[in-house]
């Protein structure tokens, strides 16, 4: 399978404590991207990644949200301090990096804080 | 700054109707725009792709046009299906960015 992968799937925890979220795009895609989706919604646009460098981040990745990619392949994106909030689905996509190219999605990981 | 909107919110159809569910978005630029399906609890899987220079994609059943002009795209649906039932995203690259705005969606019943 080649697709983009994203674990776990779901993540239950309570509320201050800290969660980390791994994708593994498609091996040859360059440019990785995170997006967060809640319920009734649209996915919104967190941040994204041209090889280890972070390149954009949205105003949404308050000071507890991290996210690196630092050897070019996989990420991770970290929430310190969850709060109730955070529930979501978060997605991460994957492409090319050459010019405008087709995003290939993960199935999500599905955070509930309680 | 780019907003997409995605008419009808949900749209409940009998099966084998022809349906056109409708995106706009405020900024013409665009470098591409993706329609998506999305089943419950579920990722997001990939139906149409139009770059800013096409004016429609066809896949099977499916066809989307975009206007960039008036900021508009369709997705076109022939003979829909049960099994099509889901919702359908929007979403918009650029200008200036390569990240996606995302409309809503449109929540899609088809009935037996």
């Known amino acids: 399978d080649t697709g983009v992968s994203q674990n776990p799937r779901h993540k239950i925890t309570k509320r201050g404590q800290n969660v980390t979220f791994r994708c593994d795009p498609i091996s040859e895609h360059n440019r990785l991207y995170w997006y967060r989706q809640t319920l009734g919604q649209g996915p919104e646009f967190l941040t994204y990644f041209q090889n280890e460098a972070q390149l954009e981040k949205s105003r949404l990745l308050s000071d507890r949200f991290s996210a690196e990619r630092p050897k070019g392949s996989f990420s991770t994106l970290e929430i310190q301090r969850t709060e109730q909030g955070d529930s979501a689905m978060y997605l991460c996509?994957?492409?090319?990096?050459?010019?405008?190219?087709?995003?290939?999605f993960g199935p999500g990981t599905r955070l509930t804080v309680l | 700054k780019q907003e997409v909107t995605q008419i009808p919110a949900a749209l409940s159809v009998p099966e084998g109707e022809n349906l056109v569910l409708n995106c706009s978005f405020t900024d013409s630029a665009i470098y591409n725009l993706q329609w998506f399906r999305q089943d419950p609890g579920k990722g997001l899987t990939s139906l149409l792709l139009?770059?800013?220079?096409?004016r429609e994609q066809t896949s099977g059943r499916l066809n989307a046009s975009l206007d960039k002009s008036s900021g508009r795209s369709t997705l076109y649906i022939a003979a829909s299906q049960p099994g099509d039932s889901a919702t359908y995203l929007c979403?918009?690259?650029?200008?200036?960015?390569?990240?996606?705005?995302f409309g809503t969606g449109t929540r899609l019943k088809v009935l037996a």
């Open positions: 979403a918009v690259e650029g200008p200036g960015t390569y990240k996606y705005i």
């Open positions: 139009i770059q800013s220079s096409q």
């Open positions: 996509a994957s492409s090319l990096g050459t010019g405008t190219t087709k995003q290939f």
